[in-house]
């Protein structure tokens, strides 16, 4: 088993490498090589001049769909794929829907509109959900349906007015989902050349929004597109940090790092703990747990975990600023008295309190989105929600603008705005 050594005699124990807090990794996620930024701009452009030809010619040429195969499924088509689910699907992705809905419903409703009293008259906000969104589902390594609940679900309750996906190779029950979670339509196509038909409206309407995971193009492309669209942080490999205690369960943490690294062998699978004693405990339950692992699970998982890491923290407050320092997207307490290490981290995307908060859960939908910042963007950004759909739009209505008048031309003249405090003054005149 490649990572692994035997320490004892009929014992394996799966190895990963021991860091210390200065050896912590830079975040570096974001920071993309030149030729993937390259290509990208080269696909956006093409995209962007040649439409729905250009699109489908980069679809073609990427493996993404064959020639003559539909390019775009309108939701009587996805509704067709919902209508041909099976039962137990149906009511699963119901249930999944469900919980998103109500958590998303829940953050909207702690959103409220503002009206205050300012110096002669009343401010306020109000806000508002944009026309259009653009949902990102991937469709690479493994399909992901819950994706499409977790991108369209929240569009929806902002009060999105259209919903659109798109992805690579699209599986039956990703479109089903699509369609239940409210998408119009769906793209059937990846990368950058997809994030540019949703920014710039090839064969679909153009959206205002556009989230959701993916690989390095489609970071990228959201990265070029920003200001063009509106878009979340950008979304790399999946990151999973556990911070445990010698009382937390070493089986849970193995099984919990595994989950995470399946995923890609580029994910980031880590393990801040207070003992080598436990994390030689961890990793003997790696070895126990990963050969049942199905193909091409455990390769991938090997992979990724051999490029993980175990940091041995000397204190509590060590293992604190070590986890703080990573800032990772997934962030799992396995300590006694869960909820006071959360409230002294900020820099996580999202927090797992406890053994029975598993990262899983996260993903499939308990409620908040698993949509989340990774490679340090948790130091400035949250995961997907209801708030990515909507704007803050600000409003004054000055009925009496002698209180504000002198001191706005004033500081009008301080910048040289002449103009500006001519604006401010005619209203003595004209109150």
Same mark, same amino acid.
């Given at each position: /088993?490649?990572?692994?050594?035997?320490?004892?005699?009929?014992?394996?124990? *799966?190895?990963?490498?021991?860091?210390?807090?200065?050896?912590?990794?830079?975040?570096?996620?974001?920071?993309?090589?030149?030729?993937?930024?390259?290509?990208?701009?080269?696909?956006?452009?093409?995209?962007? =001049?040649?439409?729905?030809?250009?699109?489908?010619?980069?679809?073609?040429?990427?493996?993404?769909?064959?020639?003559?195969?539909?390019?775009?499924?309108?939701?009587?088509?996805?509704?067709?794929?919902?209508?041909?689910?099976?039962?137990?699907?149906?009511?699963?992705?119901?249930?999944?829907?469900?919980?998103?809905?109500?958590?998303?419903?829940?953050?909207?409703?702690?959103?409220?509109?503002?009206? /205050?009293?300012?110096?002669?008259?009343?401010?306020?906000?109000?806000?508002?959900?944009?026309?259009?969104?653009?949902?990102?589902?991937?469709?690479?390594?493994?399909?992901?349906?819950?994706?499409?609940? /977790?991108?369209?679900?929240?569009?929806?309750?902002?009060?999105?007015?259209?919903?659109?996906?798109?992805?690579?190779?699209?599986?039956?029950?990703?479109? $089903?989902?699509?369609?239940?979670?409210?998408?119009?339509?769906?793209?059937?196509?990846?990368?950058?050349?997809?994030?540019?038909?949703?920014? *710039?409206?090839?064969?679909?309407?153009?959206?205002?929004?556009?989230?959701?995971?993916?690989?390095?193009?489609?970071?990228?492309?959201?990265?070029?597109? *920003?200001?063009?669209?509106?878009?979340?942080?950008?979304?790399?490999?999946?990151?999973?940090?556990?911070?445990?205690?010698?009382?937390?369960?070493?089986?849970?943490?193995?099984?919990?790092?595994?989950?995470?690294?399946?995923?890609?062998?580029?994910?980031?699978?880590?393990?801040?703990?207070?003992?080598?004693? *436990? $994390?030689?405990?961890?990793?003997?339950?790696?070895?126990?747990?990963?050969?049942?692992?199905?193909?091409?699970?455990?390769?991938?998982?090997?992979?990724?975990?051999? =490029?993980?890491?175990?940091?041995?923290?000397?204190?509590?407050?060590?293992?604190?600023?070590?986890?703080?320092?990573?800032?990772?997207?997934?962030?799992?307490?396995?300590?006694?008295?869960?909820?006071?290490?959360?409230?002294?981290?900020?820099?996580?995307?999202?927090?797992?309190?406890?053994?029975?908060?598993?990262?899983?859960?996260?993903?499939?939908?308990?409620?908040?989105?698993?949509?989340?910042?990774?490679?340090?963007?948790?130091?400035?950004?949250?995961?997907?929600?209801?708030?990515?759909?909507?704007?803050?739009?600000?409003?004054?209505?000055?009925?009496?603008?002698? /209180?504000?008048?002198?001191?706005?031309?004033?500081?009008?003249?301080?910048?040289?705005?002449?103009?500006?405090?001519?604006? $401010?003054?005619?209203?003595?005149?004209?109150?």
């Amino acid at each position: /088993m490649d990572g692994n050594s035997l320490k004892n005699p009929g014992i394996p124990v *799966f190895s990963m490498r021991r860091i210390c807090p200065e050896e912590i990794p830079a975040p570096s996620g974001r920071l993309f090589p030149p030729d993937v930024e390259e290509k990208a701009a080269k696909i956006i452009s093409e995209v962007r =001049k040649g439409g729905v030809s250009a699109l489908r010619r980069w679809a073609e040429t990427l493996g993404e769909l064959s020639p003559g195969e539909e390019l775009y499924l309108d939701r009587g088509q996805l509704g067709a794929y919902w209508d041909s689910l099976d039962p137990t699907l149906k009511k699963l992705l119901e249930r999944v829907k469900e919980r998103i809905v109500n958590f998303a419903s829940a953050q909207r409703s702690c959103l409220s509109d503002l009206s /205050m009293p300012i110096a002669g008259g009343r401010a306020g906000h109000r806000f508002i959900p944009v026309r259009r969104a653009g949902c990102y589902v991937p469709g690479g390594r493994y399909p992901l349906p819950s994706t499409a609940l /977790m991108t369209t679900v929240p569009a929806a309750v902002a009060g999105v007015e259209e919903v659109y996906c798109a992805g690579p190779k699209p599986d039956p029950v990703s479109l $089903a989902a699509a369609y239940i979670g409210g998408a119009k339509g769906f793209l059937r196509c990846g990368g950058a050349q997809a994030i540019a038909a949703l920014a *710039f409206g090839v064969r679909l309407p153009g959206c205002d929004v556009v989230v959701g995971p993916g690989g390095r193009f489609v970071a990228s492309a959201k990265r070029q597109l *920003f200001g063009i669209v509106g878009t979340e942080a950008p979304a790399g490999p999946s990151e999973l940090l556990i911070l445990a205690d010698d009382q937390a369960d070493p089986a849970l943490a193995a099984a919990d790092l595994i989950g995470q690294a399946e995923h890609d062998p580029e994910a980031f699978p880590a393990l801040i703990c207070r003992s080598e004693g *436990f $994390a030689l405990q961890v990793e003997k339950a790696l070895a126990t747990a990963l050969p049942g692992l199905p193909e091409p699970n455990r390769s991938t998982a090997l992979a990724s975990l051999a =490029k993980g890491w175990i940091l041995v923290a000397a204190d509590d407050a060590s293992a604190k600023d070590c986890a703080e320092r990573c800032a990772p997207e997934h962030l799992e307490l396995l300590v006694a008295s869960p909820e006071k290490w959360e409230k002294d981290i900020s820099c996580a995307g999202a927090v797992f309190l406890g053994q029975g908060s598993a990262e899983v859960f996260g993903d499939y939908g308990a409620g908040p989105n698993h949509s989340l910042p990774t490679a340090g963007a948790s130091r400035f950004a949250a995961g997907l929600s209801v708030l990515h759909f909507l704007k803050a739009r600000t409003w004054l209505k000055i009925d009496r603008p002698g /209180m504000l008048a002198a001191d706005t031309a004033a500081f009008a003249r301080l910048e040289g705005l002449e103009g500006h405090a001519r604006a $401010a003054e005619i209203r003595l005149q004209n109150p």
